[in-house]
């Protein structure tokens, strides 16, 4: 019996350094593919592939030591993860839903809503689910003030009524993300720039 719980405990430590070491290479990758260092990359992402996909469907297995490492890639890799992991994106977001009950607060499960209805939006195709989930998020991120987040719900939510000719709409959606991105810090000129592309 004791070699069982020392195996667990062992199989335990191990998961956790797992999922600590690829949120780091997830983060780095996803970063530097919106950078110059795209090709790196992607040539990275290439090589890690494998792990990566895993990574996401080791959400099912969370506890509160990684909960905190699932949601920071499903905060800051959420564009990659849509992009280069879509099959395993939708199972990856229900279960980071289902840990925010458990281990989260209300703006972990915004952010989540905010992935998944870029998800929806620009994977899927279901625009309308894609606008329920971003104003879901947008509800909850509006009570915490100026953030990276909420330029982003603004910025998403207007994407998504460009593609239902809203443009009215999405035009005062992408000018509320610029005004919080305009005076916000550098890590804020993504989206900037992606509100003043759209």
């Not at 070491?21 to 593919?33: A, E, L, P």
């Not at 890639?73 to 977001?93: D, H, N, P, V």
């Not at 915004?110 to 279901?126: C, E, F, M, P």
Request: glycine share 4%; hydrophobic share 35%; aromatic share 12%.
């Amino acid at each position: 019996m004791r070699l069982y719980v020392d195996n667990l405990h062992t199989l335990t430590e191990v998961r956790v350094r797992y999922i600590k070491t690829f949120t780091d290479v997830m983060r780095s990758i996803s970063w530097r593919y919106s950078s110059q260092e795209y090709a790196s990359a992607l040539a990275d992402f290439a090589f890690e592939q494998p792990n990566l996909q895993k990574l996401l469907l080791e959400m099912q297995y969370t506890t509160q030591d990684t909960y905190t490492f699932f949601i920071r890639m499903a905060t800051e890799s959420s564009k990659f993860i849509e992009r280069y992991l879509s099959g395993y994106a939708e199972k990856f977001y229900s279960e980071c839903h289902r840990a925010a009950d458990r281990y989260g607060t209300t703006m972990d499960k915004a952010v989540i809503d905010l992935a998944v209805g870029s998800l929806y939006t620009n994977v899927k195709g279901n625009f309308k689910e894609g606008f329920i989930k971003c104003s879901a998020a947008l509800r909850i991120l509006q009570r915490g003030g100026k953030s990276l987040q909420l330029a982003t719900a603004y910025q998403r939510i207007g994407y998504n009524l460009l593609h239902q000719d809203e443009n009215e709409e999405a035009i005062n959606n992408f000018k509320k993300s610029l005004a919080i991105s305009s005076v916000s810090g550098k890590q804020f000129n993504l989206i900037a720039i992606q509100s003043l592309n759209s």
